[in-house]
């Protein structure tokens, strides 16, 4: 059997994530596809989609234009594994910023630029629930998580503020892992398709 991975393609690392989802696969003995999501009628045939980082504004927008949210939203409600990461996280939540069209299908408030000024972009080795070792993680321009449903698992802080969050089969994190060698997260996802 084999996986099927979309990733939302309209702006962001897009060619990381779907990479991070191969090599995820391989280490889980999975056999991954990915595919590039441009336009809709494709979302429907995935099993797994991932949402990546970028600018949560114009992906919101973007998703909008191209039909792609109701699909989106379908995906989640359905249980379908995600994984939603920075300007995908936003995008999925809620968030209070207008400029931001949020799918709230992820029941967490999500602070846009939280990070602010001096400290954009940063790394920070963070402890996740579910990994047995701290995760090395970059943030860019990174939102957080200001407050989450009860469905929602709070899964990493950093100093306080929620950066990840787990609900049912969707992950969300506040920074990107796509970005470095280690595909556990993507690996977190991926679990429950290995039959
Ligand atoms: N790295 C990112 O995805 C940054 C997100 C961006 N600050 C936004 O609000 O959309």
């Known amino acids: ?28 003995g999975i056999d991954v596809e990915t595919v590039g999501i441009r336009g809709s009628g494709v979302v429907p045939d995935c099993d ?11 992906i919101s927008r ?11 939203r379908q995906h989640v409600e359905n249980g379908g594994g995600t994984l939603a990461t920075c300007a995908g996280l936003i995008v999925l939540g809620n968030t209070d910023d207008d400029r931001v069209e949020s799918l709230g299908v992820i029941d967490a408030d ?21 990994l047995d070792k ?9 939102p957080v ?33 796509e970005l470095t060698d280690d595909h556990r997260i993507h690996e977190l996802v991926l679990r429950g398709y290995d039959d």
């Open 145 to 177: 998580v200001s407050d989450v449903g009860d469905d929602t698992d709070v899964l990493a802080e950093l100093r306080g503020d929620t950066v990840a969050v787990k609900q049912g089969n969707v992950v969300g994190t506040a920074f990107h892992p």
């Open 134 to 142: 701290p995760f090395h993680a970059v943030f860019i321009r990174a």
């Open 110 to 130: 999500v602070e846009r630029n939280a990070f602010g000024g001096q400290r954009e972009s940063f790394e920070a080795d963070i402890d996740l629930n579910g």
């Open 62 to 72: 973007l998703l909008r234009t191209e039909g792609i949210d109701e699909e989106v």
């Open 48 to 58: 797994v989609i991932g949402v990546p980082g970028g600018e949560s504004t114009t």
């Open 1 to 28: 059997m084999s996986v099927l991975v979309g990733v939302v393609g309209v702006q962001g690392d897009v060619s990381e994530h779907r990479e991070a989802f191969r090599r995820a696969g391989e280490a889980l």
